[in-house]
C-alpha cells in the first residue's frame, strides 16, 4: 500500500490519497476518470511512501 501526494497546476491543489498500484492510480486521475480530481487535470505524482 503507498500513500501518494499529486499536485494540479491548473487548480494550485494538492491531492492526497492511498492506492496498491500507483501507476495505474494516476492514470485514472489524469483521465478523468475520479470525479473529485476531474477538475485538476493534469495531475502530477509529488511524493509516493510506501
Do not use: A, C
Not at 498500484?21 to 510506501?50: A, M, Y
Amino acid at each position: 500500500m503507498f500513500v501518494y501526494i499529486l499536485f494540479s497546476e491548473t487548480r494550485s491543489r494538492y491531492y492526497v490519497g492511498q492506492t496498491t498500484d500507483i501507476d495505474k492510480r494516476l492514470k485514472r486521475h489524469n483521465g478523468g476518470i475520479v470525479p473529485s480530481t476531474k477538475g485538476g487535470i493534469p495531475w502530477e505524482l509529488v511524493l509516493q511512501i510506501p
